[in-house]
Nanobody
Framework: HVQLVESGGGSVQAGGSLTFSCQVS????????VGWFRQAPGKGLECVSV????????YYADSVKGRFTISRDNAKNTLYLQLNSMKTEDTAMYYC??????????WGQGTQVTVS
């Protein structure tokens, strides 16, 4: 059974930094893409960043490119997101997710970020 638990959210001033972690249970973590998504108040879900199973291929939304860095540690079943130069528009609930054979089927409970 796959479970994801995010940590690292909070309040930060514009220009500041945060680091997210996502601990993933289950043996399938190292075989699948994982990623970070966010939902701002009143807006839809946005894909922020995705990393492939080996960590060699990454995707970033244009809005975070150059500021956020995704990484993973397959030995620790952990996904990370480093958020730098944060902007007020980064305020959102952030979720980590792992793919299954069809979609991003497993989700964490979310961690809130407020940038002021």
């Amino acid at each position: 059974h796959v479970q994801l638990v995010e940590s690292g959210g909070g309040s930060v001033q514009a220009g500041g930094s945060l680091t997210f972690s996502c601990q993933v249970s289950g043996y399938t973590y190292k075989y699948y893409c994982v990623g970070w998504f966010r939902q701002a108040p009143g807006k839809g879900l946005e894909c922020v960043s995705v990393i492939n199973y080996g960590g060699g291929t990454t995707y970033y939304a244009d809005s975070v490119k150059g500021r956020f860095t995704i990484s993973r540690d397959n030995a620790k079943n952990t996904l990370y997101l480093q958020l730098n130069s944060m902007k007020t528009e980064d305020t959102a609930m952030y979720y980590c997710s792992q793919r299954n054979n069809w979609s991003f089927g497993y989700w964490g409970q979310g961690t809130q970020v407020t940038v002021s």
